[in-house]
């Protein structure tokens, strides 16, 4: 816990010299097509928001005869040249893509989030190596902001021991099956994903993870902030090694905005009702359900902002509609009101 903490005082002051970084032209060398820098929070591919490469030598101060080269060619295609003392065992960097969405959302507002990497690790580590290559998830707030939770997702390690307790409690991937340990400090800040083995090469579905994790109660917020992607390094037992990122990808895909019902009337066992278009959304879907939430009728479907659906019998009833699109379905708009649907006379 003493370790995450000082990381994120000291990321958090990272991030003011990211900034400052950002106006110098020593830190982001313009239109370059390889961008080289051994500054401890040089950056490449500046976007804020949006994503960049950073060195990010965030503990130097830990050991500060280490040194650390970034050489970039896109934000998913990079690596370091680290040169960190031999037996240390305190993270001294994190060079990493980091992505940071235009605004901080919760993971309702999202359909899914996946991505994909290709890495390559030393490939004769010295006899005190100590790193992993691993996720960094921020929520609540950015690193060393009031209420960041922090989640990593470790998915080739070597030496490293994460933070906090092995639970005991492991989690699969539903889109790769692979299987994590879940690592957790109490109150859980931080969460660790640490693969039961280790691949160079793979996905992970962050969606499914930080869902998982918040509806088991190991984290308490999931409003994305960041997501990050690159090398803890803690020893090259005192030689220069190379870390690379021979491809990496990240797909956050927002889901449909919900529509907002705008009228709804009945006539006999029949309900009319319109809505106003939801972001994003190519087509609609709409149902009849009861106060207690068994569907009565529908769903039916429509690419228009207008419905008419029947009841097969008297009684009471909700209208829902949910917006549409590649990326799957919004969650449901219930009206406030309960419609009473009633037999013509004489029937």
């Not at 037996?87 to 899914?112: F, H, K, L, R």
């Not at 994460?162 to 400090?185: E, F, H, K, L, Q």
């Amino acid at each position: 816990m003493l370790k995450k903490m000082r990381r994120a005082i000291a990321r958090a002051v990272g991030a003011l010299a990211l900034v400052l970084g950002a106006l110098l032209a020593s830190q982001v060398p313009a239109f370059a097509q390889t961008c080289t820098t051994s500054a401890q929070y040089g950056i490449c591919f500046y976007a804020d928001p949006g994503t960049d490469v950073q060195n990010n030598v965030w503990n130097l101060s830990a050991q500060p005869a280490s040194t650390q080269t970034l050489t970039a060619n896109s934000v998913d295609n990079w690596s370091v040249t680290a040169d960190m003392p031999a037996g240390n065992t305190q993270v001294v960097s994190y060079p990493d893509t980091n992505w940071i969405p235009a605004n901080p959302e919760p993971m309702t507002y999202y359909d899914d989030i996946d991505s994909r990497f290709h890495v390559t690790l030393p490939a004769r580590p010295g006899g005190t190596d100590d790193y992993e290559a691993a996720y960094d998830v921020w929520l609540g707030n950015l690193a060393g902001g009031a209420g960041a939770q922090e989640v990593m997702i470790w998915n080739d390690n070597h030496n490293q021991t994460p933070s906090g307790s092995d639970t005991g409690v492991t989690w699969t991937d539903p889109t790769t099956r692979d299987v994590y340990t879940i690592w957790a400090s109490f109150p859980g800040n931080p969460v660790s994903l640490v693969a039961d083995t280790n691949t160079a090469t793979g996905s992970a579905d962050i969606f499914a993870a930080i869902n998982d994790l918040y509806n088991s109660g190991y984290i308490t917020t999931d409003t994305l902030y960041a997501i990050d992607y690159g090398f803890e390094i803690c020893s090259t037992s005192g030689a220069a090694e190379n870390f690379s990122v021979s491809s990496y990808s990240l797909a956050a895909t927002p889901a449909p905005g919900a529509p907002t019902l705008l009228t709804v009337s009945t006539s006999g066992v029949t309900v009319r009702a319109t809505w106003s278009a939801g972001t994003g959304a190519t087509e609609y879907q709409y149902q009849l359900v009861t106060p207690g939430g068994t569907v009565a009728a529908g769903p039916g479907n429509t690419r228009g902002t207008s419905a008419a659906i029947s009841g097969t019998k008297a009684g009471s009833v909700i209208f829902q509609v949910r917006s549409g699109n590649a990326s799957g379905w919004s969650p449901w708009w219930t009206a406030s009101n309960t419609l009473t649907l009633t037999k013509p006379t004489g029937r």
